[in-house]
């Protein structure tokens, strides 16, 4: 997100120093005087295809302006396009920012209704309690001649009863468990494989890391609610985690997806009034080069006016 602010603020300095650009470019004038012209000499010739910029309208104005066209264009692609009569330009830039602004919002929110369903999941079937639990007895297992006493990771209202049966409510069970002691438990708790301690804290419950590390990391698959509490071993990878587990980490990485493509399209979106705006910016200015030099070189003579910026 932070790029894309970057980039729009990047994008609107560019635009107000073309404008700014445009209005204060010093004006030059030339008059000179000769006493034959063409245009004397062929009083009936037609330059009505010649814009000059004096009609009024809004198109006009933005046909004849390069600092407008670029306005124009960067506000809504193909604008400066239509202004200037490039009707394919004009469809380009057009449908593309409405494709661009579609899939950005079905994404979008596709993506927030699965990371929803994400914490709703985890919400109503991990527990805190049962991987208390869980967490005591694995380190018991280690450490037959030093166990834990399991009224130590419970806050002071539960202890003296030992850890209760998890009720797998956040309202409740986030109560019964003292999380200080619980991360202590989780840094001396030993992986038998590699002697090394367990990766992670949990982290509090209701942040984003709490949610996607109860279905990232292995140490954290008995605390849902289909653990197979015979299963003793949580090295087995992914093909020893419980079916929520997965079903879980599969939900983050399908709205994930989502975000990332929705942010794409944003990108697309601002891209497409970068180039548009530029577009019509050179479109206008080499008409405008191409009509000076055509003007210029049909007079011999005469008075001539010519105003450049």
């Given at each position: 997100m932070m790029k894309h602010l970057f980039f729009i603020l990047s994008f609107t300095l560019i635009t107000c120093a073309v404008i700014n650009a445009q209005d204060v470019m010093p004006e030059r004038i030339y008059l000179t005087y000769s006493p034959v012209s063409l245009s004397a000499l062929?009083?009936?010739?037609?330059?009505s295809y010649q814009q000059d910029g004096s009609g009024g309208g809004f198109m006009n104005t933005?046909?004849?302006?390069?600092?407008?066209?670029?306005?124009?264009?960067?506000?809504?692609?193909?604008?400066?396009q239509a202004a200037n009569r490039q009707w394919w330009k004009t469809a380009l830039f057009v449908t593309v920012e409405a494709a661009a602004i579609g899939l950005y919002i079905h994404n979008e929110n596709r993506a927030r209704s699965v990371e929803r369903q994400f914490w709703r999941m985890a919400d109503g079937n991990w527990s805190v309690v049962q991987y208390a639990s869980w967490l005591v007895d694995f380190h018991n297992a280690q450490n037959p001649n030093n166990p834990y006493d399991p009224n130590n990771l419970l806050t002071p209202d539960y202890q003296g009863h030992g850890i209760p049966t998890p009720a797998f409510s956040n309202e409740n069970d986030w109560r019964v468990i003292d999380i200080i002691a619980l991360r202590q438990l989780e840094r001396s708790t030993l992986y038998p494989s590699t002697g090394n301690p367990f990766?992670?804290?949990l982290?509090?419950?209701g942040s984003q890391q709490y949610y996607e590390l109860i279905s990232k990391y292995w140490q954290y698959g008995p605390g849902w609610i289909d653990w197979n509490p015979g299963v003793h071993n949580i090295n087995l990878g992914n093909a020893g985690m419980p079916p929520l587990w997965l079903e879980h980490a599969r939900l983050e990485e399908i709205f994930n997806d989502k975000y990332r493509f929705a942010g794409n399209m944003l990108s697309l979106l601002l891209m497409n009034h970068f180039i548009s705006a530029f577009d019509a910016f050179f479109t206008v200015r080499l008409r405008n080069h191409r009509m000076e030099a055509s003007m210029s070189s049909e007079y011999l003579g005469g008075f001539r006016f010519r105003y450049k910026f």
């Amino acid at each position: 997100m932070m790029k894309h602010l970057f980039f729009i603020l990047s994008f609107t300095l560019i635009t107000c120093a073309v404008i700014n650009a445009q209005d204060v470019m010093p004006e030059r004038i030339y008059l000179t005087y000769s006493p034959v012209s063409l245009s004397a000499l062929n009083p009936a010739g037609d330059y009505s295809y010649q814009q000059d910029g004096s009609g009024g309208g809004f198109m006009n104005t933005v046909s004849t302006k390069p600092g407008y066209a670029f306005l124009a264009s960067a506000i809504l692609p193909g604008l400066g396009q239509a202004a200037n009569r490039q009707w394919w330009k004009t469809a380009l830039f057009v449908t593309v920012e409405a494709a661009a602004i579609g899939l950005y919002i079905h994404n979008e929110n596709r993506a927030r209704s699965v990371e929803r369903q994400f914490w709703r999941m985890a919400d109503g079937n991990w527990s805190v309690v049962q991987y208390a639990s869980w967490l005591v007895d694995f380190h018991n297992a280690q450490n037959p001649n030093n166990p834990y006493d399991p009224n130590n990771l419970l806050t002071p209202d539960y202890q003296g009863h030992g850890i209760p049966t998890p009720a797998f409510s956040n309202e409740n069970d986030w109560r019964v468990i003292d999380i200080i002691a619980l991360r202590q438990l989780e840094r001396s708790t030993l992986y038998p494989s590699t002697g090394n301690p367990f990766s992670h804290d949990l982290p509090d419950y209701g942040s984003q890391q709490y949610y996607e590390l109860i279905s990232k990391y292995w140490q954290y698959g008995p605390g849902w609610i289909d653990w197979n509490p015979g299963v003793h071993n949580i090295n087995l990878g992914n093909a020893g985690m419980p079916p929520l587990w997965l079903e879980h980490a599969r939900l983050e990485e399908i709205f994930n997806d989502k975000y990332r493509f929705a942010g794409n399209m944003l990108s697309l979106l601002l891209m497409n009034h970068f180039i548009s705006a530029f577009d019509a910016f050179f479109t206008v200015r080499l008409r405008n080069h191409r009509m000076e030099a055509s003007m210029s070189s049909e007079y011999l003579g005469g008075f001539r006016f010519r105003y450049k910026f």
